[in-house]
C-alpha cells in the first residue's frame, strides 16, 4: 500500500478502491483507509484525517464520478475530520452517528440526519446497512456492502492489531457482544480502516474471540496470586509481560476494560484506584 494511490480491493460486482492517507504512524499502523465504493456515483468512507492531499487524491479518485455519501465509521481524529471539507467540495450527505458528549472526538462532524442500527441506505448500484458495533468507542459503526457481503470494519477489527478499547466511552462487554454478532452474519471478507482486505472473516473475528478470552485469564490468574491488591500500572506490567514498555500505556487502556468488566461480573474489586480478585473469581 502506497499513500495516495488507488488501489481495488473489491470482491465481487461493486467495484471498491482504497486511498492510503498519509498518516501512519504507532496508533494508525500504515496509515487510515479511505474506501470509495461504486461505479458511477460514488460513496467514500472514513475520509481521514484533515490533510489537503488527501482531499485532492480522494476528488481525483472521482474524476468526473459525483460523491453522493460520506459514510463514517466513528468520530476519532484519524477517521472523521476528513469529512467536513469532502461534503463542502461534493455536497455529499453524511452517514454515521455524533460523538459522545464530553468525549474529545471530531467536533467538526455532522451527519445529514439521525441513524439506526441495521438502517439499509439505498445507493443505487449497492446498498450499504449500518451495523452499530460499539466496543472501541460507543458511536463505531460497521458498514455492510451487501451485494458483496464485504464489511468495513472501522477500528473494530484491524489487520494484525487489536483496537484500544478505552473507558469510560469504550466498554470491553459491548465490544465482544459486537464480534459475537458478527459472527451471525453471511460475510466473505472484511475491510478495516487500518491494514488489508481479509478474505476469512470468521477466522478473524474467533481469533479476536480468543485473544481476549487469553488476556482475560491472565489476568485473572494475576490477580489470583495477588497477596495485596495492585494499582492498574503494576497488573499492566504482569498482563502484558509480552509487549514492548513503549505500548504498556496503551494496554493499561485496555486491561481497565477487563477491569471493569470482571468488576461488573464480581470477578475482581476496586478500592482506593487499586484492583485485587473479587469475590466471584477464580
Known amino acids: 500500500m502506497i499513500a495516495g494511490m488507488p488501489e481495488a480491493v473489491g470482491i465481487g460486482s461493486v467495484p471498491v478502491q482504497r486511498l492510503l492517507a498519509r498518516n501512519a504512524g504507532p496508533m494508525t499502523g500504515p496509515g487510515t483507509n479511505t474506501y470509495a465504493i461504486g461505479a458511477r456515483r460514488l460513496a467514500v468512507l472514513d475520509p481521514g484525517p484533515v490533510d489537503p492531499q488527501h482531499?485532492?487524491?480522494i476528488l481525483d479518485l472521482a474524476g468526473e464520478r459525483p460523491i453522493d455519501w460520506i459514510f463514517v465509521t466513528h468520530t476519532h481524529g484519524d477517521h472523521s475530520p476528513g469529512t467536513a471539507p469532502l461534503q463542502a467540495r461534493t455536497g455529499a450527505q453524511?452517514?454515521?452517528?455524533?460523538?459522545?458528549?464530553?468525549?474529545?472526538?471530531?467536533?467538526?462532524?455532522?451527519?445529514?440526519?439521525?441513524?439506526?442500527?441495521?438502517?439499509?441506505i439505498d445507493c443505487g448500484e449497492f446498498s450499504m446497512r449500518l451495523i452499530h458495533t460499539p466496543g472501541h468507542v460507543s458511536n463505531h459503526l460497521c458498514f455492510l456492502l451487501e451485494q458483496d457481503a464485504l464489511l468495513f470494519t472501522g477500528d473494530h477489527i484491524l489487520d494484525g492489531m487489536t483496537p484500544v478499547i478505552a473507558p469510560p466511552d469504550g466498554?470491553?462487554?459491548?465490544?465482544l457482544q459486537a464480534l459475537e454478532r458478527l459472527k451471525t452474519l453471511p460475510l466473505r471478507a472484511?475491510?478495516?480502516?487500518?491494514?488489508?482486505?481479509?478474505?476469512?472473516?470468521?477466522?478473524?473475528?474467533?481469533?479476536?474471540?480468543?485473544?481476549?478470552?487469553r488476556r482475560e485469564s491472565k489476568l485473572l490468574s494475576v490477580l489470583a496470586a495477588q497477596s495485596q491488591p495492585l494499582s492498574l500500572q503494576a497488573l499492566a506490567g504482569l498482563v502484558y509481560d509480552d509487549i514492548t514498555p513503549a505500548l504498556l500505556p496503551l494496554a493499561c487502556r485496555t486491561l481497565q476494560a477487563h477491569l471493569l468488566k470482571l468488576e461488573a461480573e464480581g470477578r475482581a474489586r476496586q478500592a482506593d484506584d487499586l484492583?485485587?480478585?473479587?469475590?466471584?473469581?477464580r
Open 55 to 57: 482531499l485532492q487524491a
Open 94 to 120: 453524511v452517514i454515521g452517528l455524533p460523538p459522545p458528549p464530553e468525549s474529545g472526538q471530531d467536533p467538526s462532524f455532522r451527519a445529514a440526519r439521525p441513524c439506526h442500527d441495521g438502517e439499509r
Open 171 to 175: 466498554c470491553m462487554r459491548q465490544y
Open 190 to 213: 472484511l475491510a478495516p480502516a487500518h491494514g488489508r482486505v481479509m478474505h476469512e472473516p470468521l477466522q478473524v473475528i474467533e481469533t479476536l474471540l480468543r485473544h481476549r478470552a
Open 275 to 281: 484492583w485485587a480478585r473479587g469475590p466471584h473469581g
